[in-house]
């Protein structure tokens, strides 16, 4: 079962107890039964269940599944998807942006060195093939 399905589930279990705040705080109008949390992008929701799913197959290089997860991308994906998938979470996570808070930038330099050898990696598989 991957990790959003049971956050959904949790979520509805302690929405749909009777001992729960929530359906006395919004009344009887509200079907809890029916209750999906939403998501931005739904498609990647979609990678990420997808890149858990194939993380658990015990067959699979565990190595290049870490490497597609830290760039947020299904397993598989070509070399122009996690080129565009680096330079956009580079972007997002360059420990410049956060030089003014010390936590934050010391976790920005975790990632983008992650980030880092994931790239290094699949640029020197894609470039050897």
Sequence with gaps: MSLFKRLKNIIRSNVNSKES???????P??????????????????RVEQAFEKKANPDSNSVEHE???????PYGAGFDEIKAAYKR??????PDKFYGNP???EIAQEVVKKLNIAYNYFEQKYNNQ
């Design 21 to 27: 705040t929530y359906a006395n705080d919004f009344g």
């Design 67 to 73: 490497y597609y997860a830290n760039l947020e991308l």
């Design 29 to 46: 109008e509200i079907n809890f039964e029916n209750f999906r949390p939403t998501f931005e992008d739904e498609e990647f929701v979609e």
């Design 103 to 105: 936590k934050k930038l």
């Design 89 to 94: 979470l580079l972007k997002k996570y360059h």
